[in-house]
Every structure is written in C-alpha cells, then in structure tokens.
C-alpha cells in the first residue's frame, strides 16, 4: 500500500509532530520477500517511515530521506494494516524508523502479538524496545552526499551526515542489547579499511561477540544495471575478507519497484 502524501517536501527531522501525537508518519506498508541479509527471502511485511537524520547520496529510499511524503496513521492502525496480511515476520524500515518515539511503541505492540520484527537501522540510535533481529546498516564514508554526488543540492548536508553517520558506543550498545547483522553498502574496495577498522573498533568496545559472519557485505546499487556492476567485485571481496555477502533479492526480482 503506497500512502498518499499530504505534506509534500516537509523535513520531518528534527520535528516532534510525531512525538506529540504518536502517530507514524508511514511511507509505504506492504508485503514482500525480505531481500537482504540473514533472512532474505522469508516473506514479510515491511512498514517504511518517513524521515531520516542522515542523507546518503545512494538512498534507495530517496522519498523517506531526501524528499519525505508520508500519511500520518495512529500505531493502532498500522498493526491493523500489518494484521490483513498473513505473515509472521515484520521488517520495520525508512527513512530512520528509530528516529521515531512511536517505532518504540509499534514494536512492543507488535511482539506481544507474536511477530517477529525485524529493524533495519543505520545504527545512530539506541531503541528502548523488543526487536529480534537489529539489522544495522552503518555508513561509512563512501555514503557522504559531497557536492559532486549530491542528489539534490551542493553538498549542503554532507556535513551533519559525516557528524553523525558513526558512533562507535552507539553501536557497541546495539549489539550488546540485540541478536545484529552489520551490513555495509559497499560501493568498491576502497571501502574495506574502514570496515576493517570498525569491526576492530566495535569489538574492542562492545562486550557482546562481533563474529565475522554478522558481518555482511552488500552491494550498492538501487536497479539491476547498477547492481550488474558492483555484485561481483562485492561477492569476492566477501570471500577474501571472510564475510558474509548478502544479495539485494529484490532487486534482481523487481528492480525495486515501489511496494517490492
Ligand atoms: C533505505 S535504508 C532504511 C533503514 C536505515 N535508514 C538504514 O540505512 O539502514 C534500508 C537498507 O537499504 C540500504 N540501502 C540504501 N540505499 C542503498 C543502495 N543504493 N544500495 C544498496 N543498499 C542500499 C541501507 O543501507 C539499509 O540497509
Ligand atoms: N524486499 C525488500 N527487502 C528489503 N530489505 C530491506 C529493505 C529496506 O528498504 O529496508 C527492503 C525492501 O525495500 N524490500
Ligand atoms: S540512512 Fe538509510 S534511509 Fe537514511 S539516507 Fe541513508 S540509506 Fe537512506
Ligand atoms: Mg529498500
């Protein structure tokens, strides 16, 4: 179900509209295949806010980051939606979801009805809530929407994105607190000393087991062209580190067509 859009434009980071009435403003609701990470291919229903505290020039999502348009529906309506589905997994996604008081509230709700959640996250903040499985995605400095691959300006928010991209105590408290998958956007090998460097980082930090398979490696690429060009290098740098690779399903399937 793509939601229509009643505030065109509107930069809802920052904002506590959300916070004052808990209502979410929700981008899509849909049923799919998971397409990425440990539990790809387990049919799910994904539910996308809308907004977001970084600007990754790559966003796939552009439409919950960049350019947000979203309705606001009450927690109580979307476990209804979620509820028409006959479906055991729910992958709550952006945009940010944990930007979101009321993403707290959606997934308590949700794990009392028995779901398993799944919460796909770029790893800045730490939710007070039940999730089974934290799919934290961070973002590394390849992710950085500098002038020349701004989408949709000159680089205006390349500076509060690398501010804010990673937070290595934040992160060591998410694997601490959840069972997590680490999955990278890589972009070409150029990326691997930093993760090299963060996984050295995160395991001294954190007091929880970083093993090198929660360690994911995803290709960048938001159509099937795009990912024809980087799958491959991608695979064989997972091989030659020691991680995992992770295929982008829906992708291959669909091309990424919205509600997919
Ligand atoms: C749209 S994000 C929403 C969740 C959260 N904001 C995050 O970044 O993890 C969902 C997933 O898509 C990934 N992603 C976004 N754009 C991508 C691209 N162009 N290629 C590969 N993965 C991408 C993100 O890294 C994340 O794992
Ligand atoms: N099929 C499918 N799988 C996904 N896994 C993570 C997604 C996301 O956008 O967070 C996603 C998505 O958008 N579609
Ligand atoms: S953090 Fe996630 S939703 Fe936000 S801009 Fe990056 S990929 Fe898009
Ligand atoms: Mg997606």
Redesign the pocket.
């Known amino acids: 179900m793509p939601v229509a859009n009643d505030t065109p434009g509107v930069d809802i980071e920052g904002t506590d509209a959300d916070a004052e009435t808990g209502d979410l403003p929700i981008n899509e609701l849909f049923q799919?295949?998971?397409?990425?990470?440990r539990l790809a291919g387990v049919p799910s229903v994904?539910v996308?806010t809308s907004g977001c505290n970084l600007r990754c020039w790559f966003c796939?999502?552009y439409h919950t980051s960049w350019e947000p348009t979203h309705d606001w529906f009450t927690v109580g309506d979307v476990v209804a939606a979620i509820d028409e589905y006959d479906a055991d997994h729910v992958?709550l996604?952006g945009g940010e979801p944990l930007i979101h008081d009321s993403s707290e509230t959606l997934l308590a709700r949700l794990a009392d009805r028995g779901y398993h959640t799944t919460v796909?996250t770029n790893g800045t903040v730490v939710p007070d809530a039940p999730i089974d499985l934290a799919s934290v995605s961070p973002k590394l400095a390849s992710s950085t929407p500098t002038a020349d691959r701004d989408p949709d300006g000159d680089g205006e928010w390349a500076d509060r994105h690398e501010d804010r991209r990673l937070d290595v105590p934040t992160l060591a408290e998410l694997v601490e607190s959840y069972d997590t998958q680490l999955k990278f956007v890589v972009t070409g090998r150029e990326d691997m000393a930093e993760i090299e460097r963060l996984i050295d980082r995160l395991r001294d930090a954190a007091s929880a087991r970083v093993d090198d398979d929660d360690v994911l490696l995803m290709p960048e690429g938001q159509t099937r062209d795009q990912l024809e060009s980087t799958r491959e290098t991608v695979a064989d740098l997972a091989l030659e580190y020691g991680y995992r690779y992770t295929p982008r399903?829906?992708v291959d399937l669909w091309n990424?067509a919205p509600g997919?």
Do not use: A, I, N, P
């Not at 799919?32 to 990470?37: K, M, P, R, T, V």
């Open positions: 799919s295949l998971q397409g990425e990470g994904f996308r796939d999502s992958v996604t796909e399903l829906h990424d997919t």
